[in-house]
């Protein structure tokens, strides 16, 4: 089901549900070779989500600044490769959401417990802002906040569920977002916990 959010925006509702206890036992692997940390913020905070990272370039956060790398600071080893699970269903939703030609180099992969959140931000890390962002929510429900260009921009308030996907390019590529305080659930696949893999062309 495709439910258009704003110009260039689109949620592909349980796009992914068929895909996500797979998705699950690969986050596992992948958080063996490079595990789940919460990474400072240059400001100084801890960031409550936890986060890891495959594929070519990895985004990281600390003292120093907001950046990509190829390597995983806590092991100074390249990022696992992006598994072609995750890239085929990132490259089928952007297609879906009608972005031909989405090339990921880069998935994030958040880890939110009970309590977690994410203020409002932009993605504007990444050099190229014509290639769209894909995100699949996996596990308890959030509620995503979709603000506008400005930071003042009163937010829409967007629930995902396990399985849901969106797709942000085009004039919604650089808005406004975050995600409020995630509540007490249980999901079967995941226990009390969301996971967020977001996928990106970072150079
Ligand atoms: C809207 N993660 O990691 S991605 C992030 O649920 C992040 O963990 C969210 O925001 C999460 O940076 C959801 C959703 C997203 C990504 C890029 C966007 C929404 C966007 C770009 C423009 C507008
Ligand atoms: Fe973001």
Redesign the pocket.
């Known amino acids: 089901w495709v439910e258009p959010l704003c110009e260039g925006?689109v949620v592909l509702r349980r796009f992914a549900c068929a895909d996500a206890s797979e998705l699950l036992e690969v986050i596992e692997g992948l958080a063996e070779q490079a595990p789940f940390r919460q990474m400072q913020t240059p400001g100084g905070h801890t960031m409550s989500?936890a986060m890891t990272c495959c594929g070519e370039w990895g985004?990281v956060t600390d003292t120093r600044g907001y950046r990509y790398q190829r390597t995983d600071p806590l092991s100074g080893e390249p990022w696992p490769l992006m598994p072609t699970m995750f890239r085929s269903l990132a490259v089928m939703a952007a297609s879906a959401a009608g972005y031909s030609k989405f090339e990921p180099d880069a998935c994030?992969v958040?880890r939110?417990a009970p309590g977690a959140k994410?203020g409002l931000?932009?993605?504007k890390d990444e050099d190229d802002f014509d290639q769209p962002?894909v995100?699949v929510?996996l596990g308890t429900p959030?509620m995503?906040q979709?603000g506008g260009a400005r930071r003042s921009d009163r937010p829409q308030r967007v629930p995902?569920e396990n399985g849901d996907v969106?797709v942000?390019g085009g004039p919604?590529?650089?808005?406004?977002?975050?995600?409020l305080t995630l509540k007490q659930a249980q999901h079967s696949l995941t226990g009390d916990s969301?996971y967020?893999l977001?996928f990106r062309r970072a150079r």
């Open positions: 925006a989500v985004w994030l958040n939110y994410m931000h932009q993605d962002i995100s929510s959030a995503f979709f995902l969106v942000w919604a590529r650089l808005r406004y977002h975050g995600v969301r967020n977001t």
